[in-house]
């Protein structure tokens, strides 16, 4: 069963350009959650998401940014116009069900987004 | 808004030594988890212990035991006969009960010397 995949690992946009970041969450698994990591910070929840629902967007930026998991498919989490301030790395976790004080929670390797 | 911080940016350890890594946490909550964290250089966020706030007994993992003082809202990580795997940086996170995120400390990057 293989873990949470995140890809690519790494990602090089320019200023201005789109970044498309995607989470195969395991198998099984309906939630996903979003965190983004600056350079010597800790992790940052942006947005929690179910199958075709988003449940909780309070930590994602008002702009530029979204998510989305489909009912088929990766989880998408995108960044358009980015700007240098974007560059982190971006953690995606998932859980079978409401990870609520759960160790079912697990995170993938993340990508390393780096805005030129 | 809950708040975690991690005191020590950075902290070392002689392989084979015990190392207590320290967390403080800011709630009005009377009932959350709490959790240690280890990211390796692959960047790979691997749990290391969970607690239960209304449990009064700590949480014991094999090596790894933590120090919950709830009434201080402490919660310390120690690592017995540190190994050199062991190196990593450490986040402390807290959860409410009723909600699905996990809320970060600003980690303690460890180094086990040989």
């Known amino acids: 069963n293989a873990g949470v995949m995140q890809n690519p690992r790494h990602l090089v946009r320019r200023r201005g350009q789109e970044a498309r970041l995607r989470c195969s969450p395991m198998?099984?698994?309906?939630?996903v959650y979003w965190y983004r990591q600056l350079p010597e910070e800790g992790l940052k929840f942006m947005v929690y998401?179910?199958?075709?629902?988003?449940?909780?967007e309070s930590g994602m930026p008002k702009e530029r940014f979204s998510a989305e998991f489909p009912k088929e498919g990766p989880s998408i989490l995108r960044i358009q116009q980015v700007v240098r301030g974007d560059s982190a790395a971006y953690f995606c976790?998932?859980?079978?069900?409401?990870?609520?004080?759960?160790?079912?929670?697990?995170f993938g390797s993340g990508t390393q987004l780096s805005v030129l | 808004a809950q708040t975690v911080t991690q005191s020590q940016p950075e902290m070392s350890v002689q392989e084979a030594e015990t190392v207590t890594l320290s967390c403080t946490y800011d709630?009005?909550?009377?009932?959350?988890?709490l959790f240690w964290y280890k990211q390796p250089p692959s960047r790979q966020m691997i749990l290391v212990i969970r607690?239960?706030?209304?449990?009064?007994q700590n949480a014991t993992e094999n090596r790894f035991s933590v120090n919950f003082q709830k009434a201080a809202k402490s919660f310390s990580l120690k690592i017995s006969d540190s190994q050199l795997g062991d190196a990593a940086m450490y986040f402390c996170?807290?959860?409410?009960?009723?909600?699905?995120?996990?809320?970060f400390g600003e980690g303690t990057q460890l180094t086990v010397n040989p």
């Open positions: 709630t009005s909550e009377s009932d959350y988890y």
């Open positions: 996170a807290f959860q409410e009960t009723s909600g699905s995120r996990l809320t």
């Open positions: 198998k099984g698994h309906s939630h």
């Open positions: 998401l179910q199958k075709e629902n988003i449940i909780d």
């Open positions: 976790a998932s859980s079978p069900q409401w990870a609520g004080g759960s160790e079912k929670l697990f």
């Open positions: 607690q239960e706030a209304y449990k009064q």
